[in-house]
């Protein structure tokens, strides 16, 4: 004859792993369904880097020519472009910037860099140094007009 007490035992370890069946059942279910998640959000991710991929190659400056002629071209500033890969008449601005005590004008520079302020059509030329400078990244420009290196 069964002992009552150990088929008691028995039912109620087999009612706990039941319960805990279900609750596994439950969990499992949940990190299925996550994990379905977590997988149309790394397509999403993917398909937005390379239209942003693609979005900036098409958006990177390219050489170009005005009137069958080279127009000398001024790198954006970005990591792993040196200073040195800008035209050396723009490699001297930055440096005279540097070399100042503080932020500088056009004028400033001009005489920094030798030359003849005193003739507004020789300034006018250099004026636009700067502010492609500091389109591109490598200068910034202070709301008084005034020019500093970047950081």
């Keep these: ?3 009552p007490e150990l088929l008691e035992r028995i039912t109620a370890r087999r009612a706990d792993l039941d319960e805990l069946e279900e609750q596994l059942v439950k ?3 949940e990190v ?4 379905d998640e977590l997988a149309v959000a790394e397509g999403v ?3 937005v880097s390379e239209q942003l991929a693609d979005d900036r190659a098409s958006t990177a400056p ?5 009137g069958g002629r080279a127009v000398m071209l001024i790198p954006h500033r970005e990591p792993g472009v ?3 890969m800008l035209p050396p008449d723009y490699q001297r601005i930055p440096a005279a910037a540097r070399q100042a005590a503080g932020p500088v004008m056009t004028q400033q520079v001009g005489e920094m860099l030798g030359g003849d302020v005193g003739v507004r059509s020789k300034l006018e030329p250099l004026r636009g140094k700067p502010v492609r400078l500091t ?3 490598w ?3 202070l709301p008084d007009g005034r020019f500093t290196t970047r950081l």
Excluded: S
């Design 135 to 137: 389109d591109r990244g």
């Design 45 to 47: 991710l993917e398909r």
């Design 32 to 35: 299925r369904a996550e994990r």
């Design 1 to 3: 004859m069964l002992d």
């Design 62 to 66: 390219v050489p170009g020519q005005v």
């Design 27 to 29: 969990q499992l279910m």
């Design 139 to 141: 200068l910034r420009t």
């Design 82 to 84: 040196e200073e040195t």
